[in-house]
């Protein structure tokens, strides 16, 4: 290979890194793949971790040792988290959102990516002190955010669905009935999906009485691992006391007139 270009190197390292985030790269790695010394790829990096401290772009993480290496951990800066839930709450309190029942339709921004790639790296900065190594969620308007939290920390995504299936192995089931839906439903989470003793953050994207993380709380501990956190994008503000202790949501649902069509929804900014 020709000789590489310090220019051509950071950007190739830039790209590569935050491909993945969270993910320790090692120095040998990327010194064979650019025919360069370690010396010289740590210049690389000091530069790339310059740029990106400027521009408050996400965090270059060096770890020292035979095991170190280095790593780009996004970072949303507090205006733009501010910002991005203000955005958020602004779209669903759009008046044709209420669905009769005083629902709220929620998809096509859960569908789309580039919010939820931004919602899982604030889960992931507001989360990351709880230290799990699986996220779950349940089927299925929770699995986009779910699984872009999953990308921002690097871990895997495991999903509960509602009834069991032969492609997932044998599996514990509960029954539940969600406070939205006001059915019985049933959730199962295969018994290969999560080892026990693991460390798993509950995430999903709506909150209302709380018995569908309930029943992913008990689902976990009767597989033997351990739930250390629970993140939702919106809670309702009723019922305050929800089926589960202790949880994170980034938007508060207070009201949903359907006659008004006025929908009182508040993001918990960083200075709350
Ligand atoms: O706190 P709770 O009252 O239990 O309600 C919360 C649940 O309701 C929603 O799922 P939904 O029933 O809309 O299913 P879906 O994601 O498959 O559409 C949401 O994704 C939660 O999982
Ligand atoms: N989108 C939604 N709006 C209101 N209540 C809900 N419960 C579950 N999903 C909901």
Redesign the pocket.
């Known amino acids: 290979m020709d000789k590489v270009r310090k220019m051509e190197r950071v950007a190739a390292l830039t790209k590569i890194m935050t491909d993945r985030p969270r993910y320790l790269f090692s120095l040998s790695q990327f010194s064979e793949l650019f025919g360069a010394a370690k010396s010289t790829i740590c210049e690389d990096i000091t530069t790339i971790k310059e740029t990106m401290g400027h521009f408050g772009l996400g965090i270059i993480e060096t770890v020292a040792g035979a095991a170190g290496g280095v790593r780009f951990i996004p970072k949303v800066s507090d205006t733009d988290t501010d910002n991005i839930l203000h955005e958020l709450a602004f779209r669903l309190a759009e008046p044709d959102r209420i669905i009769p029942g005083g629902f709220l339709y929620m998809s096509d921004l859960l569908f789309t990516p580039h919010l939820m790639v931004k919602v899982g790296e604030i889960f992931m900065q507001r989360l990351a002190h709880l230290e799990p190594n699986y996220i779950l969620t349940?089927?299925?308007?929770?699995i986009p955010l779910a699984f872009m939290t999953a990308r921002a920390f690097d871990l895997p995504l495991i999903t509960v669905r509602h009834g069991s299936k032969v492609t997932e192995g044998s599996a514990v089931s509960i029954n539940y009935v969600?406070?939205?839906?006001k059915r019985i439903q049933t959730m199962s989470l295969p018994k290969r999906a999560v080892p026990s003793g693991a460390r798993v953050l509950i995430i999903?994207?709506?909150?209302?009485?709380?018995?569908?993380?309930r029943g992913m709380v008990d689902l976990t501990n009767e597989v033997g691992a351990k739930v250390v956190g629970i993140g939702v994008l919106v809670a309702t503000a009723e019922p305050e006391h929800k089926l589960v202790a202790d949880y994170l949501s980034l938007l508060i649902l207070h009201d949903v007139d359907e006659h008004t069509k006025i929908t009182d929804i508040r993001p918990v900014l960083t200075s709350d």
């Open positions: 349940v089927e299925t308007k929770g969600s406070g939205s839906s999903d994207d709506f909150m209302k009485a709380g018995a569908t993380a």
